[in-house]
């Protein structure tokens, strides 16, 4: 296939599974990291799914790729340097895809390239890097992305729907839908719920269905989150609770992006996620104390868990 997609960030673990993925269907696959120089052939293993060959290059490098669609998979925080250097890099695509958990990325490539030509690939597999280099391991049998645009910006159907099929041919259980937005609210719902609880417990996302405190503390979490999409006049496609203990069982062996940010001793995506949902909530006159609450523990919380050994041993 001759589209040219490139990942920017893909060495990180969910970037690197959805680079897998586009290469293995085939598309001139190149991920783009702020660790590399030049381009390079590099052999990207994404354990689980398979592996492939792709183009590595570093910023310095962008301006010769010509990327019909950029797939951001920086970690959110990271998204708005990430778009300002594509933009230097002179790139047009005529797609540009936010894979960030929580609320504010989509809505900033929406800025940055108008509506109709940014969506969101909404990942609902767990996965974490391999040690050194780019590469990552699917843990859990979920292998779920939901790709769309929002319906109410303007259409890119045509475009996300192709990026879909390319995912999926890659091995993914990727599917395309009209109007992402409440799939995006459904996955907020899942991170919000997971994410912190497994910080908490600092524990396998599988502690969310297996203890009766982490599903209760979970439950009232992506409850709170279904209600102040309904206050933000986005209807869910399911229940939240039952989508955060499904998504919980279903990557019950992976140890969730904030625990592994934790462990890393990177900053965590609270803000765009619990953080995201309380404001949202006041923004619309409908609280959401367990959301602040829990932002507020993971918060006070960080300094002492910063760098402290995961429990999935090595990430
Ligand atoms: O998105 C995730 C994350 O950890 O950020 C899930 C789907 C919960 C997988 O761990």
Same mark, same amino acid.
């Given at each position: 296939?001759?589209?040219?997609?490139? $990942? +920017?960030? =893909? /060495?990180?673990?969910?970037?690197s599974?959805?680079? &897998?993925?586009?290469? #293995?269907?085939?598309?001139?696959a !190149?991920v783009v990291?702020?660790?590399?120089?030049?381009?390079?052939?590099?052999?990207?293993?994404?354990e689980?799914?398979?592996e492939?060959?792709?183009?590595?290059?570093?910023?310095?490098?962008?301006p010769?790729?010509?990327?019909?669609?950029?797939?951001?998979?920086?970690?959110?925080?990271?998204?708005?340097a990430?778009?300002?250097?594509?933009?230097?890099?002179?790139?047009?695509?005529?797609?540009?895809?936010?894979?960030?958990?929580?609320?504010?990325?989509l809505?900033?490539?929406e800025q940055?390239?108008?509506?109709?030509?940014?969506?969101?690939?909404?990942?609902?597999?767990g996965?974490?890097?391999?040690?050194?280099?780019?590469?990552?391991r699917?843990?859990?049998?979920?292998?779920r $992305? +939901?790709? =769309? /645009?929002?319906?109410a910006?303007?259409?890119?159907? &045509?475009?996300?729907r #192709?990026?879909?099929?390319?995912l !999926?041919?890659?091995g993914?259980?990727?599917?395309h839908?009209?109007?992402?937005?409440?799939y995006?609210?459904?996955?907020l719902?899942?991170?919000a719920?997971?994410?912190?609880?497994?910080?908490?417990?600092?524990?396998?996302?599988r502690?969310?269905?297996e203890?009766?405190?982490?599903r209760?503390?979970?439950?009232m979490?992506?409850?709170?989150?279904?209600?102040?999409a309904?206050?933000?006049?986005?209807?869910?496609?399911?229940?939240?609770?039952?989508?955060?203990?499904r998504?919980?069982?279903?990557?019950?062996?992976?140890c969730?992006s904030?625990?592994?940010?934790?462990?890393?001793?990177?900053?965590?995506?609270?803000?765009?996620?619990?953080g995201?949902?309380?404001?949202?909530?006041?923004?619309?006159?409908?609280?959401?104390?367990?959301?602040?609450?829990?932002?507020n523990?993971?918060? #006070?919380l960080?300094?002492w868990? !910063?760098?402290?050994?995961?429990?999935?041993?090595?990430?």
């Open positions: 296939m001759a589209l040219q997609a490139v $990942v +920017v960030g =893909g /060495c990180g673990a969910v970037g599974v959805a680079a &897998a993925a586009l290469a #293995l269907a085939g598309a001139d !190149a990291s702020r660790r590399a120089r030049g381009c390079r052939a590099e052999r990207l293993v994404a689980g799914l398979g492939a060959v792709v183009r590595l290059c570093g910023w310095d490098a962008a010769a790729l010509k990327p019909d669609v950029v797939v951001y998979a920086t970690k959110a925080y990271d998204l708005e990430a778009v300002q250097a594509s933009l230097d890099a002179g790139w047009s695509p005529s797609l540009a895809v936010s894979m960030q958990n929580g609320l504010g990325s809505e900033l490539l940055a390239y108008g509506p109709s030509r940014a969506a969101a690939a909404l990942a609902f597999y996965a974490h890097k391999l040690p050194g280099g780019c590469g990552s699917l843990a859990g049998r979920s292998r $992305v +939901v790709v =769309g /645009c929002r319906r910006q303007g259409g890119c159907s &045509a475009r996300a #192709l990026l879909a099929e390319l !999926a041919a890659g993914l259980d990727a599917e839908v009209a109007d992402v937005e409440p995006r609210w459904a996955k719902a899942v991170n719920a997971v994410n912190p609880v497994t910080v908490l417990a600092w524990s396998r996302n502690v969310v269905v203890n009766p405190w982490a209760e503390l979970a439950s979490l992506a409850a709170e989150v279904g209600r102040v309904g206050t933000a006049g986005v209807e869910l496609p399911g229940d939240p609770v039952e989508e955060a203990l998504v919980a069982e279903a990557t019950g062996d992976n969730s904030m625990l592994q940010d934790l462990a890393a001793g990177r900053r965590t995506e609270i803000d765009y996620i619990n995201a949902v309380w404001r949202t909530g006041e923004r619309h006159g409908a609280p959401a104390p367990v959301n602040r609450a829990v932002y523990a993971v918060r #006070l960080e300094p868990l !910063a760098g402290r050994r995961s429990p999935c041993g090595t990430y």
